[in-house]
C-alpha cells in the first residue's frame, strides 16, 4: 500500500523557485530515508537529494547545493524540496523515491517511487 504522490512542479524562468512536494502514505517517514532523484530526457537517473529517517540528515548532489532544500513534515507525512536559484539543468522530471539509506538515493537503490512531477525551467 505504498504510495508516493509527488505535486508542484511547473515552468519557471531561471532564477526563479518551487517547492515540490510529495505525500507518502501506507508507511510513516520515521521509517524509511526518503529523497528526490530526476531524469532529463536522454539521461541518465542523478539522485538530488535525501533526508534521514532518524536524525534529519540531509544529503545534496553537488550540483543542486545551497539552492535546493530538502525537508520533511512527519505529522502530514510529506516530504517537500524547496527549489531555488533553478537553472535551465535543473529541468527534469522529479521522482519522490524512499530507501533503506539515505546515500541509496543517490545509487539508485530505491524501495518505492511516485510517478514524478515535471520541472521547466525556460525563459
Known amino acids: 500500500q505504498v504510495q508516493l504522490v509527488e505535486s508542484g512542479g511547473g515552468l519557471v524562468q531561471p532564477g526563479g523557485s518551487l517547492r515540490l512536494s510529495c505525500a507518502a502514505s501506507g508507511f510513516t517517514l520515521d521509517s524509511y530515508a526518503i529523497g528526490w532523484f530526476r531524469q532529463a530526457p536522454g539521461k541518465e537517473r542523478e539522485g538530488v537529494s535525501c533526508?534521514?529517517?532518524?536524525?534529519?540528515?540531509?544529503d545534496y548532489a553537488v550540483s543542486v547545493k545551497g539552492r535546493f532544500t530538502i525537508s520533511k513534515d512527519n505529522t502530514k507525512n510529506t516530504v517537500y524540496l524547496q527549489m531555488n536559484s533553478l537553472k535551465p539543468e535543473d529541468t527534469a522530471v522529479y521522482y519522490c523515491a524512499t530507501s533503506s539509506w539515505c546515500m541509496e538515493i543517490f545509487t539508485g537503490e530505491y524501495d518505492y517511487w511516485g510517478l514524478g512531477t515535471q520541472v521547466t525551467v525556460s525563459s
Open positions: 533526508i534521514s529517517s532518524s536524525d534529519d540528515n540531509t
